[in-house]
């Protein structure tokens, strides 16, 4: 196939997700009209995928110039093809050596962004490392992730933050969708398909019963899975046995597993310690937050051998003879990557209309903002619920005075 | 049945209770050694069901006065008259006229109690409006409740509330099992068992989707209801969306429900209105927090007639020949009524020992305590829910020091 | 409460179970005009409650003389009072020695039907065995349970079978429904009311999986049990597996269960070799169909002590210790006794009106047709299938002339 | 890629297969030693991807001669390359004109086989209608597909069929688990990452609902989708209504569905009269049994214009502006084709032990069988499930001798 060829293709992906992404269409049409970002630079960091892409060029038709890039693994490229034609500015390298993550997370550093939507904190975090030139023009960030958040809270913690942030992620309309259905629905079926597997007969452990572990267990119990737990909260962990799970610590869990899959969010979770301990051809895959939750490098240390057994799945022999299957690299967001479609759409359709408006008054207010990590202002929240609610034909109530009436009184039960 | 066969059975039910109550009995043994509660009155408003009296026995072990007194609807005979033998003073008037609701929650305090562990805020809202002696010698409150933490949040905020207030309803190991699995449960069983029906077939309209709401649709879906939600909050009805069901307004959805179950914590939420558009046969529910979530007032006013079809079960014939089958006459904590068995022994076990833990506080220290609502400290929390895994085989792990650092550092994925 | 209370409450109802089953009315209203059944005496051996009761009032209104008798643990007085009433015979003595289920049965036999509805074969197994003169007046029996079809299956397989027998537990519209989902739920929703206790956490060990195994693994699955199965047939084995449970010999799994029901159909299927494996504190549920599936004279016999500890529940102790409770005396139909409401109304609906199709076939033409068990004609399914369908507002299409010419054809794929 | 890369990859992912299908592995192990298939052709008529692979080498090790060929859409090109490495004839044609699936089958029967194992009974009817010369050689067929068998059964009835077949499709290892569970989960799964969608909020039109549409609506609704199921058997409408869903007839469904999905094994299941009421935006999708389920030719002969909106998705724009996105050109088993991973590699194992079985018994026995279609031995399914059982590491129990006696006694309860 010709890039030309991809491009078309990327073309038509992207039309697909707009015409079932309604919430932000109405968003766009609401909030963003033509030249309201004009000469506004926003920086991207996430997956290139159909609906990025999507909301990247509703920001391109606001005014904005717009420039994305990522990790190559999450890149589609004919998505990033379908992209460029539009005017978009894609960083999508991928250097013979190393695997282009940093330059092309630099690169896109510096276009000079005005608003950066981050994910993860990636670009925060090099800028406050390494780029501090970014804040002479960097008016604010609005932050996907919950491990992009935790960072950005310990650089204001430290004293360093340098400009307003929002936390995006933890937006109602974002994380109790995104991270508990996308994430479940987009983890569990790309494990299915990478590995043509099913789960019936196998014990999947889940390694951290947030938002994402909640979602995962959920789906994956309903095909079948027996599921195991590990959690450093004891109150989530007596979620999960009230949910039907076993909740146990991960160094006897893992002895079980056929299956990990890592949720936690926490660089660090899953150590050699417990690779060593895993049965022979279990298979290891990460949807949480943070590059490191599985630590590879301690695999690639420790195994004998390591090859390819089908696309996005290595196999690396330890020295007693076990088997480890690894899904893509064990890099984040890996079932949001080129080897998956990711989160549906209509998750999207609601994260990016947080985002829009993040992003929006980012460009507008932000520089107004002293730097702090801010919440999402509930009416985006609401503006966004409602707006999802009418495009599938349903509505809610709201409360009559009497009702008011009878909530502001303490002498009624 | 005599009286005294009654309370032998009451007996037994109270020792079953207790021997699949492992939490609360840890954490009496921990923190209710005897005379720890010596010369302290402890009035309770709950449902005198074995559960209930379990805890009141475990008052009276550490030396507390008990006193108890309820609804009458909400007494399980033979329980009280066990409750009775043991030296819990036992309010349970039936008056001939009225119901002796209110009269038993007078004469409850009348006692003089020191801490006061409220339902609904039924207690606390008759002392703030008409007995102010209660003050002189009330400690502290521990509330039960959503819509009891709520009448008291209304209390403080209108200046008049008088005493520290636990919001236990709130704690974490509270809110998040008794009221999604135990009201979820009782909720529905009761429902079956009541009315001897099945769901599928059916549509069961959820009126609210907070903890209790969201636990009903859960179990009901799972045994083949079609699902309808109203709510209030659009982020609430896109959750109940993203589940799977159908969020209407309560107006529209009313004319479509076989079954309605009232969970929202709201006065006046289910008003004549409502009930007349309901469908020949509909049955009504009410298993949320406040007693005029139904207006069985203007039901009784607008019915033809009305006459009992089976135990717990009022048929309401309306004018135009309409049938609605009242369950409970419309009452709070109907499913934990006499009617059933109420919430299943294992939730009552988490919500009693955060209230052990909180009760335990305000006897030692309410007094010290200016007017206020607190939230149950997080180590509450913290100790029921790992005495509950410990109990059930399983634990959670700690963050090892390396994720700590990871954890606080910004400049690591 | 008076025997007239009690007879008041059991018309109602009778009334409620008439006015959920509309199946059974339109049967009754097509099939079962006034006299059609005009001097058959019919005897019933099944658990006198509401909707049984039913069945007997239309088969009553056909003219038919109608004699109930069961074991007395599976009769709802309230409901045999009501039934007395409208000149019902009902067979229910509860003798001080012995419990009156052989004097009940024998007493009905006594009253000389024509037509036969049995339940577990057990009135089919008597008058084979002791009664020959029963004979000279039946024409034929219909059998309600997979127990019942076998023995007599037996009873003709030697060469013993007298009268014709209609297999009705294998009428699709019957087994699909009561064994599955009638015992499902009721199996279920007795188990927590009786014992007032949750799933999760626990390991639910279902002894078969037929029909009815399967039904108790999903609800009890959706209620949060991890389902532990034993099987004899490999098959069945793996459809468990399938369906996300653990499949073991039953030495190995009975050390693992919380909980233990039985719904293998087959007597001898939990021996005092089980039992003596048994956790301290299990809990033995029979829902399946034989009366001896548990072997409970063994229980009897090596238990230190036993003891009654709520309702419906006895504690039995062990020399060692270790305490087992069994829940209804491990009798069949447990479930569906006086100890709780039964199967829903609406299954009954399903399977009384097979029930009816069938006794009327019998009462009609069982004289002429000689001894065999028989399958349910294909037509009364479809007749109470359609009729359910239609009640509930749904319907089937039929096959189109072109599809029936489609598949008629073997030279389309 | 070039084709050697490709046929690489085929290498890995037939090896993956391999490892994930102990069952098969212990068939040939135990039943297809090296020679036995010495001098046997065999011809398969399945998708081509790494299952079939699988199966057609281990028939290759035995000794065998093994030819596949199929329809271009249900071929994985990088595993036709793997396969045709190791000496197995592939015919893949893809003509410009036309599809070339008549030709591949055409040149399939061309090799003369010895055993057809038949897909939708493609190469029987093939032979059977042109082809007499391929019964020289030929001594038995053994059926993979529902409407396979049914083609055959109308062959046999009337008069026609010239050699035995096993009814592969209908031994409980095979249908019990491949159709429900295996379509049931890679139907969903393909739909999913096809269209990138979510479920809930939507309405899923299942047609038929025999074991793929059980499957299909036990795992949608697990995704949140609100199933519509349409049948011409009012019995297992009634068990879709138990099952919590609605049944319409298809005329009054088909206006409410987002999704539709075929699952009915009959041509002319969804006619033009369907199509015609769609809703604009509706996706038509068919995982049944017959390539004539939808009528894309009259779908084609109505529509305005057509365009490909996605890989497999082409709109359809009516005249009156609706657009309907048909996936996979409607084509039978488009979820196991080359758009998607197929049946999960477990629920195969299954399928192909019993076809391994019942190949070989056709190689060694079928010229001594008359012709006739054959149920699979109950040996064959007894062999698959305890070896599934074993390799999962379960087991069942034997029936004891007293069990057994108990079970032949008609005398007990």
């Not at 298979?283 to 695999?299: F, P």
């Amino acid at each position: 196939m010709t890039a030309q060829d991809a491009a078309d293709i990327g073309e038509l992906k992207i039309k697909w997700a707009e015409s079932h992404a309604p919430v932000l269409s109405s968003i766009a049409r609401d909030h963003l009209p033509r030249d309201v970002l004009r000469g506004v630079r926003i920086a991207v960091d996430l997956p290139i995928e159909p609906k990025t892409a999507l909301m990247c060029l509703m920001f391109k038709r606001a005014g904005a110039e717009v420039v994305v890039g990522t990790d190559p693994l999450y890149i589609h490229t004919d998505v990033a093809g379908a992209l460029a034609r539009h005017g978009v500015i894609v960083k999508s390298l991928n250097h013979e050596s190393g695997d282009g993550r940093h330059e092309n997370l630099v690169s896109v550093l510096e276009t000079g962004p005005h608003v950066i939507l981050d994910g993860s904190g990636n670009l925060g975090a090099l800028a406050h490392s390494a780029h501090p030139e970014v804040f002479e023009t960097l008016r604010g960030v609005s932050e996907e992730t919950t491990t992009g958040v935790r960072r950005y809270r310990r650089l204001h913690a430290n004293g360093l933050l340098k400009i307003p942030v929002f936390a995006a992620n933890d937006a109602r309309m974002k994380h109790l969708f995104d991270n508990r259905y996308g994430t479940g629905q987009s983890g569990l079926t790309s494990l299915l398909s990478i590995t043509n597997l099913m789960l019936p007969g196998k014990r999947i452990l889940i390694v951290g019963y947030g938002w994402v572990g909640k979602g995962l267990a959920r789906f994956a119990s309903a095909f079948g899975a027996r599921i195991l737990v590990t959690e450093v909260d004891p109150v989530r962990g007596v979620e999960a046995l009230a949910d039907g799970h076993v909740v146990l610590p991960l160094a006897d869990a893992v002895t079980e597993a056929d299956v990990v899959i890592t949720a936690s969010g926490t660089p660090g979770a899953f150590t050699w310690e417990h690779i060593s301990r895993l049965k022979d051809g279990a298979i290891l895959e990460n949807v949480g937050g943070s590059e490191l939750e599985i630590d590879v490098s301690a695999l690639i240390a420790h195994a004998a051998k390591c090859h390819a057994v089908r696309p996005f799945i290595e196999e690396f022999t330890l020295r007693d003879g076990r088997r480890i299957n690894l899904l893509g690299g064990g890099k984040v967001a890996f079932n949001v990557s080129a080897a998956a479609e990711g989160h549906p759409i209509e998750i999207m359709d609601l994260t990016f209309s947080i985002q829009a408006l993040c992003v929006l008054h980012m460009a507008l207010h932000g520089a107004d903002m002293p730097p702090a990590v801010y919440p999402v202002p509930s009416d985006f929240d609401d503006k966004v619920a409602r707006a999802k609610l009418a495009c599938a034909g349903m509505a809610v109530d709201d409360l009559t005075q009497t009702q008011r009436d009878a909530l502001s009184e303490w002498d009624l039960a």
